[in-house]
């Protein structure tokens, strides 16, 4: 069983993959519009760290949101 042309997928797993890029995607543009609405004080560690975990499939955008972002107010 080696790699599969995308001709080879089936629809569903077609689905899969479409639906998994475009979640990774939102994500990624979550996180670095949250970045450029912040000051640097709302931000745990540094803007520039985070911009680059932001491309780092889905754990980085889900580690800013938990763990990236200072509480406001």
């Keep these: ?3 599969k ?12 993959i ?3 890029a475009v979640v ?11 970045l450029r609405r ?3 004080d ?3 560690g540094s803007k ?6 932001a491309f780092v499939n889905f754990v980085g ?3 800013y949101f938990l763990f990236g972002r200072k509480k406001r107010g």
């Design 5 to 16: 042309s995308w001709g080879e997928l089936s629809s569903r797993q077609r689905r899969m």
């Design 38 to 40: 912040r000051d640097d």
């Design 24 to 34: 990774q995607w939102g994500l990624a543009i979550a996180t670095l519009l949250d």
């Design 61 to 63: 955008p889900l580690a």
């Design 1 to 3: 069983m080696g790699k």
């Design 48 to 53: 520039r760290l985070w911009r680059t975990a």
């Design 18 to 20: 479409v639906g998994s």
């Design 42 to 44: 709302e931000v745990r």
